[in-house]
Antibody, heavy 129, light 108 residues
């Protein structure tokens, strides 16, 4: 069974750091790009960032709201994607989801992605003093 | 403010059909046939229902269908069932992935 399981969420003070993990199973993890999304309480979905597969350099892209504070990485040997969150703000409070991105396509500038076929159940991050 | 505009709520009776619209611009929905739709039950993760505007993943009921006209994409659910009650989000490629604000579907 294809599955993604997020972990690492919790309560953290503003300005501190937290690292989330996304453990994959049931598919060849290294063949896919992986994304992180978040959903603030009572709000809609927001893309956070993604990491391309090693076939496309394993490079990353981020939403403007987190660029410079969040870093996505991957360990294909362990089938885990990570989201390192630094300088956390109260507005980062949300449920964080990781997803599998199957839709490699050339956007004219880079290899990009446009839909997510597998989602984890999410992990809750609360930033509060 | 979401990049794509969806109605906040729609409702229908069991067996009826409903359509949820997702309006963008010529820079997102209108430029690409890369709209996807996600169903989210309360407290659960989103689930992919439609991708590339009208394609259904394996396992998704054929009661769900997608279409696009100009800058507006639509999700139609036919033969409404109680388990269809959920929030639905559209997503489009626009240089990055952007979402609608979500539509709460109530099955009366």
């Amino acid at each position: 069974e294809v599955q993604l399981v997020e972990s690492g969420g919790g309560l953290v003070q503003p300005g501190r750091s937290l690292r989330l993990s996304c453990t994959a199973s049931g598919f060849t993890f290294g063949d896919y790009a992986m994304s992180w999304f978040r959903q603030a309480p009572g709000k809609g979905l927001e893309w956070v960032g993604f990491i391309r597969s090693k076939a496309y350099g394993g490079t990353t892209e981020y939403a403007a709201s987190v660029k410079g504070r969040f870093t996505i990485s991957r360990d294909d040997s362990k089938s885990i994607a990570y989201l390192q969150m630094n300088s956390l703000k109260t507005e980062d409070t949300a449920v964080y989801y990781c997803t599998r991105d199957p839709s490699d396509f050339w956007s004219g500038y880079s290899v990009d992605y446009y839909y997510m076929d597998v989602w984890g159940k999410g992990t809750t991050v609360t930033v509060s003093s | 403010q979401s990049a794509l505009t969806q109605p906040a709520s729609v409702s229908g009776s069991p067996g009826q059909s409903i359509t949820i619209s997702c309006t963008g611009t010529s820079s997102d929905v209108g430029s690409y046939n890369l709209v996807s739709w996600y169903q989210q039950h309360p407290g659960k993760a989103p689930k992919l229902m439609i991708y590339e505007g009208s394609k259904r993943p394996s396992g998704v009921s054929n009661r769900f269908s997608g279409s696009k006209s100009g800058n507006t994409a639509s999700l139609t659910i036919s033969g409404l069932q109680a388990e269809d009650e959920a929030d639905y989000y559209c997503c489009s490629y626009a240089g990055s992935r952007v979402f609608g604000g979500g539509t709460k579907l109530t099955v009366l």
